[in-house]
């Protein structure tokens, strides 16, 4: 196991006292720690284990999970040893999301028993504000609820991680050619306004991205010193999403045009365009999580996203339409 994606001990005493030293699998909740044979001996059979898995090949991994958050307690749950190997040898039938729920069950019965009244307060609390979101990850969800320390930062990563993922997913079976769509047929006399039509728009998508990243994520994370808003960083990422869809949509709009073959030069080098910018937002939760990770890093962390077309893409383009125009003998 890698050192950096080990619980601290600190972790693991927090972990096991709000388990009340009790299992946490719901078919269990054996007693994990007691007396030993000397009175100032005692014994713990129990383990803090990680949800999702601390390295390759263990139960549960996750290789885009960043370290900071596979090594953070929001990963982990108390358990009795032997349950502990039960759910890492089975984790087809323990999944991750099974473990998350038996998680927060078990602190949430725990809680009612050492403050009925507040503890189900608290539940009740919690179940409303977690609606206000939708569909989140496990993770976003222990994010918004515990607010831990960097807690604004983290959810901007992870709900973005979630909502850019299956984007991206779509966009690596394009280039592969793995789906098609009805194609367009665009005559030569209706493609130079097509195509100043694309521009504008990728130039609109890029305008999103860059007002998103650079003034709203700031926005919705606070001043320093000043706690962000749980609903506003979700909202954000969510735009994010959408924006990244649109992106797609762009790309796909332009591959799955048809047009006569002395234009086919021009409208290739639009092809790829879009997914070069779902590529870079693709890397933004990356960058948050790296300054988080591991030793803390000292100073001010400006998020700047930079939008690049390719190297002379632009006098290619002015290239080919030239020579497009010409061999129609219509002006671009």
Partial sequence: MATQDRFKQSTVITLAKRAANLCSNPECNAITSGPGVETTDTVNVGEAA??????????????????IDRSGINNAIWLCANCHKIVDDDPNRYPAGLLFEWQREHESWIARKVGKVSAEARQRYEKRHLEEFGKLSYLAERLILEKGADWEYLLTAEVLR?????????????????????????????????M?????EMLRIVRAFTALTNTEFARAWGAPGIAGNDVDIVSVCRLYGE?????????????FTHVDEELAEVRDLYVGVAGDIIEQAERIPKFIIDLFDGAPKAGTHNLVLKIELPAGWTDAVNTAMIRSSRALGIDA
Avoid: Q
């Fill in 50 to 67: 990680h949800i999702y898995g601390a390295n390759p090949g263990s139960a549960r991994y996750d290789p885009d999970m960043a370290s």
């Fill in 162 to 194: 979630y909502e850019i993922a299956p984007i991206v997913r779509r966009w690596n079976a394009l280039k592969r050619g793995l789906y098609v769509k009805p194609y367009h047929r665009v005559d030569k006399w209706g493609f130079f306004t097509w």
């Fill in 196 to 200: 100043h039509g694309k521009s504008d």
């Fill in 243 to 255: 924006v990244c869809s649109n992106t797609l949509a762009w790309e796909e709009s332009v591959r």
